[in-house]
Nanobody, 114 residues
Framework: QVQLVESGGGSVQAGESLRLSCVVS????????MAWYRQAPGKQRDLVAW??????YAEYVDSVKGRFTISRYDNTVYLEMANLEPEDTAVYYC?????????WGQGTQVTVSS
């Protein structure tokens, strides 16, 4: 059974920081790569960043480079978000990469006001 439990979201002002966590269990816990995705209101779900188990190699989409940091420790995947912008407002999810599992967690809402 797959479980993906995201937490750490909240409402912040532009320029502030948040740290998201995702506890992974079941089949997803053995995945080589894990990622954070986000879905803004009225938009599709998009990739934000991914990380490789072991090496810690990570990639980011251009819009978050230099502001977000993805990390993984045991079965928890983190997303450190700094200097947040209103455009970062979305529900954030974690899942495997590439090719997310059919199952998605409940996500965690991040709201950034200007």
């Amino acid at each position: 059974q797959v479980q993906l439990v995201e937490s750490g979201g909240g409402s912040v002002q532009a320029g502030e920081s948040l740290r998201l966590s995702c506890v992974v269990s079941g089949r997803a816990a053995t995945a080589t790569r894990m990622a954070w995705y986000r879905q803004a209101p009225g938009k599709q779900r998009d990739l934000v960043a991914w990380i490789t188990r072991g090496s810690g190699y990570a990639e980011y989409v251009d819009s978050v480079k230099g502001r977000f940091t993805i990390s993984r420790y045991d079965n928890t995947v983190y997303l450190e978000m700094a200097n947040l912008e209103p455009e970062d407002t979305a529900v954030y999810y974690c899942n495997t990469y590439p090719g997310a599992l059919d199952f998605w967690g409940q996500g965690t809402q991040v709201t950034v006001s200007s």
